[in-house]
């Protein structure tokens, strides 16, 4: 059974960070490209971060959504099965459940729901 797991949201102020982990089990992560979704209440699944595998030469392919390039940043750890957001400079448009999920068709970053592995999700709130 294939079991992606998210903690580390939270309720932070606008211009603060965190740091968001999502630990996998169930396949084989080495080989999984990984993506970060978000989703407001009310809207569609918003791809924020993708990274590839390791396996590719040259190191994994990373991409961002616009409106959180320079601010977040994607990384896993192969060894630990872990993948991880970290989240700088937060905004109040940040808000959102985030998601971590594996094999997702997200054309244009927007993701079909009922397509590859996905976690139950984890809230983070940017309020002051």
């Known amino acids: 059974e294939v079991q992606l797991v998210e903690s580390g949201g939270g309720l932070v102020q606008p211009g603060g960070s965190l740091r968001l982990s999502c630990t996998v089990s169930?396949?084989?992560?080495?080989?999984?490209?990984m993506s970060w979704v978000r989703q407001v209440p009310g809207k569609g699944l918003e791809r924020v971060a993708f990274?590839?595998?390791?396996?590719?030469?040259?190191?994994?392919?990373?991409d961002y959504l616009d409106s959180v390039k320079g601010r977040f940043a994607i990384s896993r750890d192969d060894g630990n099965s872990t993948l991880y957001l970290q989240m700088n400079n937060l905004k109040t448009e940040d808000t959102a459940v985030y998601y971590c999920?594996?094999?997702?068709?997200?054309?244009?970053?927007?993701?079909?729901?009922?397509?590859?592995?996905w976690g139950r999700g984890t809230q983070v709130t940017v309020s002051s």
């Open positions: 990274i590839s595998t390791n396996i590719r030469t040259g190191g994994p392919k990373i």
């Open positions: 169930g396949l084989w992560f080495e080989s999984a490209a």
């Open positions: 999920a594996t094999r997702v068709d997200c054309p244009g970053d927007i993701c079909s729901a009922g397509v590859g592995y």
